[in-house]
């Protein structure tokens, strides 16, 4: 899973560049943005490969579903953990 730690420092970091440079704050936020997505992402992930574990599955089987994931679209996601499960 991502580590609290890692996001509240990364966070942090980004904060002080915020306030540093306020003409580039909206840099600063959209990078910010991008890194909360990813985490979301990797957290699915995580999710799906925990549910799969001890099935009865080929790494290629589990790499695909996981390779299937993307984009947030719900349907998707719903989709990919009804396979693992």
């Known amino acids: 899973m991502v580590i609290k730690k890692d996001i509240m ?6 904060e002080k560049c ?13 990078l910010s943005l991008i890194e909360y ?10 999710i799906a ?4 574990k001890g099935k ?13 994931n993307h984009s947030f679209q719900y349907e998707k996601n719903r989709d990919m953990i009804m396979k693992c499960i």
């Open 9 to 14: 420092m990364l966070l942090h970091d980004l």
């Open 37 to 46: 997505c990813g985490w979301i992402e990797d957290s699915f992930d995580k």
């Open 18 to 30: 915020y306030d540093r440079y306020p003409s580039r704050s909206t840099y600063y936020s959209k």
């Open 49 to 52: 490969e925990r549910c799969m």
């Open 56 to 68: 009865s599955m080929t790494a290629k089987e589990r790499n695909k579903i996981i390779k299937e």
